[in-house]
Structures are given as C-alpha cells and as structure tokens.
C-alpha cells in the first residue's frame, strides 16, 4: 500500500535549478513509501521536457501534462484523482522540503486520528539564503481565518478522504491564487480540523517578484472567497471588515505589511501562552 501521494503542480519554471532542488528534496525523503505525482500543467517553455529527464532516474514519480494551462485547482485535483496514498502530501515547484518532513507528518496523522492535516513552520529564502521565518497557530480555530489563512499550504499533509469529502480544491474564477484558503475554510466548516507543527519542514522561495505578479484583481477575487468562506465559517456579519481587507491591503506597501503581520502574530503568540 502506498502511504504518502505528493502532488505538485507546474507551469513554465522560471529556474531549472529551483525545480530541480524541489524534487530532489522529495527524492531524498527519509521516509521512502510514497509515489510523487506531477502534472504538468500547460508549460510552453520546455519545463515539460526537463520534468520528463528527471522523472526517469525515479520510478516514484509519475508524470502527467495538461494540454492548456487549466491551473492550479484543477492541476491539484487531477494529481488527487491519481493518487494512490493513504495521505496527500503538497509540494510547490520552487520551494522545498526538510529531508524528514514526510516521517514527521506520516507518524503524526498515524498517532493523531481526530487530526485531518497537519502542516508546520517554514523558512522564507531566496538568492541569498534564508532571510525569515514564518509560523502560524499550532490549532487554528474558525476566527484565525480572518486575518490570513492560519496555514502554509504547500508544508501540510492531508487525510485524503478529508480532501475528497470536500470535493478537492474548488475550480472557479474567484479561486484562481485563492484556492488554498478556499480549501481550508471548507475544511473547518465541513467539521475537518488541522494542526501546525512547531518543526520547520519547508522552506519557500520567496520575493519581490512574487508580489509583482499578484494583479490588484486578484483582491476582488480573494474577497468573494473570504465572503463564501467565513458565512460557512459563521463568522458573518461580524467579519465583514475582514471580508475587504485584501482591498485595502493591496494599497498598503509591503513593508508595512509585513510589519503589521509580525505584530499580530508576536501579539498572538503571547495570548495563546
């Protein structure tokens, strides 16, 4: 039996290195029985052609392609419908994982029963190295989606049965960059509940660039997803405030972002002590 399925979609990578980092990462894992599934999903620039090189030199990995670029959601979904493994693990084509990340999830989810997914902390890096960190809620409730999604999506593992309950990520157009919060709140309304462990098993790739490419309308979409959300949360009306705060966020230079986000978490931290 097949304990762990890794997905990870791609789409016209942008470093061959990074890509190729990411998936020795999971190669690499202490923890050996799992199958890794890649989709493909549209690239142009011949990200198909190295995926198909490196998927030879592991009979794990289990290459897929999309004609089109159908996206993340429904690149995701396909990966699941694949799937063989007991739990789904995500991994994202620049980032990559701590050698003993998939033990450490697999002993915990087979130790926790209640427990439907389980993600942890993450180093942030980029050209020159590691140059922050970023954790969540070890038990997030429903109000900690108000503020941001309380999790790292591509460090958690999930019980599969729990993602199939749900009908996987959701396809439509308010969830295009959005579909991981999406997921989530469906999770907690439909009863599923997640843990964040305090281990750094991931790290992201993560800068400027990646804040240039997210388009202003990309807020639109992520307050109708945080709408639909919190009303199945119940965290309307109260959490309407919330509801346009990725409008007003997307005015709001990232510096001082990030620093109204290191103040509400270092607040958290002590009300939670």
């Known amino acids: 039996m097949t ?5 990870m979609s791609v789409f016209n990578t942008n470093d061959e290195t990074l890509l190729q980092h990411s998936i020795q990462s999971i190669i690499s894992q202490t923890f050996s029985n799992f199958e890794f599934i890649i989709c493909d999903d549209g690239s142009t620039d011949g990200t198909y052609e190295i995926l198909e090189t490196i998927s030879k030199g592991d009979s794990r990995i289990k290459l897929i392609k999309n004609e089109t670029n ?4 429904t690149a995701r979904n396909r990966c699941i419908s694949l799937s063989k493994g007991k739990y789904i693990a995500v ?3 620049d980032d990559y994982s701590a050698v003993n990340r998939l033990q450490i999830q697999v002993d915990f989810l087979e130790n926790n029963k209640e427990i439907d997914f389980v993600g942890s902390g993450a180093d942030l890096y980029n050209e020159n190295g590691i140059w922050g960190h970023r954790k969540y809620n070890s038990t997030p409730e ?3 989606f108000l503020f941001v999604l309380p999790f790292i999506h591509a460090s958690v593992m999930f019980r599969k049965k729990a993602l199939k309950a749900v009908g996987g990520y959701r396809v439509a157009k308010e969830t295009i960059r959005t579909e991981d919060y999406d997921l989530f709140m469906r999770l907690y309304a439909n009863g599923y509940k997640g843990v964040n462990l305090e281990d750094t098993l991931y790290f992201i790739n993560e800068d400027q660039s990646l804040y240039k490419r997210r388009k202003y309308y990309h807020k639109f979409n992520e307050a109708v997803v945080r709408y ?3 009303r199945a ?3 309307m009306p109260g959490g309407f405030l919330y509801v346009i705060k990725p409008l007003i966020v997307g005015l709001i230079p990232l510096s001082i972002l ?3 986000k290191d103040k509400y978490y270092r607040h958290k931290k002590l009300v939670d002590k």
């Open 228 to 230: 639909k959300g919190f």
């Open 3 to 7: 304990m762990v399925s890794v997905i």
């Open 142 to 144: 429903n109000k900690d």
């Open 258 to 260: 990030n620093l109204l």
């Open 91 to 93: 991994m994202d084509a």
């Open 233 to 235: 949360l119940g965290l």
């Open 70 to 73: 159908l996206r993340a959601a």
